[in-house]
Each structure stands twice: as structure tokens, then as C-alpha cells.
T-cell receptor, first 112, second 116 residues
Framework: GENVEQHPSTLSVQEGDSAVIKCTYS??????FPWYKQELGKRPQLIID?????GEKKDQRIAVTLNKTAKHFSLHITETQPEDSAVYFC???????????FGTGTRLTIIP | GAVVSQHPSRVICKSGTSVKIECRSL??????MFWYRQFPKKSLMLMAT?????????EQGVEKDKFLINHASLTLSTLTVTSAHPEDSSFYIC????????????FGPGTRLLVL
């Protein structure tokens, strides 16, 4: 089955700087890669996703890049703000009714 | 759109009792719902995939007789933790996918279960 690794497990960034979280996956048939943000005690919220037919997607301060050959994808947050502090999870799936396989999470702390 | 609710949000029960958790898709039909368990500071662990009108598919290591899942309609799936024990204490989260839709999963707010 799919295996998703995520790094780093914790990340502290000065407010205004950029944050990058990286994930690798093992199943070359995976074609959908969402990123979720989870605040303490809350539900995971989808913040951005990418499909395997594109290499990059951007939504305001958030971007995701995908390298299918190397089987890795990254989340980039620019101009970080205190409200970006949360745990971020990457995930991968083959799509359809296949399950999502989650990474282990990255605890991002934005230092004011 | 794509709102998922869960009830209750928090429950405390005694060992040996059963607890039912409901997951509802409020504004869409979901042929597939997923049940996850999350320990503190850990990732989401998929317990089972719930398909409307058929038996749930459980992940390896998850006891289907302990965690009963019913998906009787396109908007409701239930997870019953039977004969709960303290080690069942956890954060349980469901997610739903749109019927006939894409892969995106929408999560419920979670249920925090504490078994005394």
C-alpha cells in the first residue's frame, strides 16, 4: 500500500518568513495530493490540493509543488502569520474510492 | 457547501458501556464515509471505510465487532464503540466524499471520547 513520509515534524518560523513542508510517497499510481491544516481540537481543513497532471498550484500565500518522477510534493507558505500556526498533514491517494494515506504531520509555529 | 457534522462532540462513559457517534453530511450526499481515530499529537489513523448500503471495510488491526459501523443512508453513518474500555479513549473523526464527486474528503468536527 501507499506510504507517505512527512518532514519536518516541527517547524518554527519567524512571522513574515516562508515555511516549507515536504512529503514523499511510495505508490506511483497515486494521483491526488491534498494538504490539510488542523488546529488544536478541531477538524482537519483542506487548504490546497494538487492532481498529478499539474506540477504546481498556488492560492494566495499557499502553494503546492509536485514532482511525480521523484514522488515528492511540498507545501509552501509565504509571508507567514500567527494564524498559520497549526499542524499540517499531507496525504496521497489513487483517487476514486481509494483511501487517503496521511503523513505524520508537521507542527508549524509562527513566532511573532 | 460540503458540511459534515458529528454528534456528540464530546462524551464520557463508563467502561463496559457502548457509545454511538453519528456522522452526517448536511448539504450533500455521500456514498462513502471514512472513520478515523487520532491520538494526541499524532496523525489520523483510518479505521474503516463506510459505504452506503453495504458492509464497511475495516483496516488491518481494527476489530469490526468492537467498532460497529452502519451507513444506512446517503447522509448518515454511525460508529458504535461497543464495550468501551479506557484504551478506546481517543478523538474520532469522520469524513465524507461527495457521491459521484472527486476525491476531496470533508471532515467532521470530531468526537472526543473518554472512557472511565
Amino acid at each position: 500500500g501507499e506510504n507517505v513520509e512527512q518532514h519536518p515534524s516541527t517547524l518554527s518560523v519567524q512571522e513574515g518568513d516562508s515555511a516549507v513542508i515536504k512529503c514523499t510517497y511510495s505508490d506511483s499510481a497515486s494521483n491526488y495530493f491534498p494538504w490539510y491544516k488542523q488546529e488544536l481540537g478541531k477538524r482537519p481543513q483542506l487548504i490546497i490540493d494538487i492532481r498529478s497532471n499539474v506540477g504546481e498550484k498556488k492560492d494566495q500565500r499557499i502553494a503546492v509543488t509536485l514532482n511525480k518522477t521523484a514522488k515528492h510534493f511540498s507545501l509552501h507558505i509565504t509571508e507567514t502569520q500567527p494564524e498559520d500556526s497549526a499542524v499540517y498533514f499531507c496525504a496521497a491517494t489513487r483517487g476514486g474510492n481509494e483511501k487517503l494515506t496521511f503523513g505524520t504531520g508537521t507542527r508549524l509555529t509562527i513566532i511573532p | 457547501g460540503a458540511v459534515v457534522s458529528q454528534h456528540p462532540s464530546r462524551v464520557i462513559c463508563k467502561s463496559g458501556t457502548s457509545v454511538k457517534i453519528e456522522c452526517r453530511s448536511l448539504d450533500f450526499q455521500a456514498t462513502t464515509m471514512f472513520w478515523y481515530r487520532q491520538f494526541p499529537k499524532k496523525s489520523l489513523m483510518l479505521m474503516a471505510t463506510s459505504n452506503e448500503g453495504s458492509k464497511a471495510t475495516y483496516e488491518q488491526g481494527v476489530e469490526k465487532d468492537k467498532f460497529l459501523i452502519n451507513h444506512a443512508s446517503l447522509t448518515l453513518s454511525t460508529l458504535t464503540v461497543t464495550s468501551a474500555h479506557p484504551e478506546d479513549s481517543s478523538f474520532y473523526i469522520c469524513s465524507s466524499k461527495l457521491a459521484g464527486g472527486r476525491e476531496t474528503q470533508y471532515f467532521g468536527p470530531g468526537t472526543r471520547l473518554l472512557v472511565l
